[in-house]
Every structure is written in C-alpha cells, then in structure tokens.
C-alpha cells in the first residue's frame, strides 16, 4: 500500500461545476499536509495547506480528518484554468514529503 | 525573490556518459530535496539534505546516483553512467527547516533529461 494515495481520475467536469478530490494517508504520525498544482511539464506549486480545522482560499477549500487520515479538496465553480494535476502532500516530523500520485482534472468548456 | 534555481533546463546526452545536475535553493532554506519524475513512477524523492547533511537516501536508485551539498547555496545530483531508463524530469525544492514540519517545499523548474 502506498503511503499516499489519491483517485489519479482523470475527473473531467464542465466549467463553473464542483468537483472534491480525496487522498488518504497511512502515516498516523504525519504532521502537516499540503495540496500542490501540477500544470503539463511544469513544477509543482503549493496550492493551499491543509489546517485542522479546514481552510479556505476563494473557491479552494480544503478539509483534514485525522482520525480517518484523509484530506479533501473542494473546487467550486470551476473554470477552464483549473485544469491541472493536483497533488496530495503528507510531511512527517522529520520533514519529509510524501507526494501522492496526482489527481488530473480537466475543465472543459 | 529569486526561486529555487535549476541548470541545466534539458539535457540530451548518449548512454555511459557522465550527467551533473545543479540546484541553487532559495536564500535561507535549510532543507533540500531531490525528485525525480516519469509517467510511470509519478515523482519520486531521491535524497533530501538539512543543512547540508544528506537525511535520508534511500531513494537514490543504485550506485550510479550520487548527490552532495558541499554548502547552503548549491547542490548537486550525479549520475555515473548514465542509462536510458534514467530518463526522467528531476526536480529540486528547498524549504525552510522546521521541527514542526509545517513548511511546504518550493520546487525549481525541472530539469529534462533524456539519455540515449
């Protein structure tokens, strides 16, 4: 089993639609959690982190639930330049990164 | 602010050669990491340095690969020789050291290798 694990989709979904993507983690001793954007033959980018107690960036909104040990991502009203691949993040108390696979999602006119 | 900084952008070399990857982490970064990315694989951490000191390798491939950070503003990753199966895009990120952990990394621009 991988250590992050996420639905590689792809998730394809007209603009201005909501679309949550999961991940789940097998690290019960994870530390902090992270969603980054992956766009085609580009870096990565931190999206948003992800806080206990859920947080939220304009349309963004992301959810962390320990004792289950996933973290959610929630777009709303989606547009054509969501289109990207999105990557879970768990860090461990000696700061290493585990990166999912990815989520691919594409907004679609 | 000037971001984690990566050279080459792409090389094309032939199998058995010798390739050097350069990574400049951003100014005041304490921990930097090596990935590696194919289709098949997804991205894969190599190695990860804090303030200089390799942490943790076991991602490095085999012997081939080597990676050092002979100080805070450079790093590089090796590999001797080189092989086709090596082709991959390999990315450095750097971010601050934190006990906590709650720091995201900022990764470079990648580097696109192809070997031939």
């Known amino acids: 089993r991988k250590e992050v694990e996420q639905d590689p989709g792809p998730f394809n979904v007209p603009e201005g639609a909501t679309v949550a993507f999961n991940c789940t983690y097998s690290?019960?001793?994870?530390?902090?959690f992270f969603w980054y954007r992956q766009d085609c033959r580009k870096e990565p980018k931190l999206l948003m982190s992800v806080y206990s107690s859920g947080n939220e960036d304009g349309r963004f909104t992301a959810q962390l639930n320990r004792a289950s040990q996933y973290i959610s991502l929630l777009i709303r009203d989606s547009k054509l330049s969501d289109s990207a691949t999105y990557l879970c993040?768990?860090?461990?108390?000696?700061?290493?990164?585990?990166f999912g696979d990815g989520t691919t999602l594409t907004v679609k006119p | 602010d000037a971001g984690v900084i990566q050279s080459p952008r792409h090389e094309v070399t032939e199998m058995g050669q010798e390739v050097t990857l350069r990574c400049k982490p951003i100014s005041g970064h304490n921990s930097l990491f090596w990935y590696r990315q194919t289709m098949m694989r997804g991205l894969e951490l190599l190695i990860y340095f804090n303030n200089n000191v390799p942490i943790d390798d076991s991602g490095m491939p085999e012997d081939r690969f080597s990676a050092k950070m002979p100080n805070a503003s450079f790093s590089t990753l090796k590999i001797q020789p080189s092989e086709p199966r090596d082709s991959a895009v390999y990315f450095c990120a750097s971010s601050p050291l934190d006990r906590g952990s709650n720091q995201p990394q900022h990764f470079g621009d990648g580097t696109r290798l192809s070997i031939l």
């Open positions: 690290n019960s001793a994870s530390q902090s």
């Open positions: 993040v768990v860090n461990t108390n000696a700061g290493k990164s585990t």
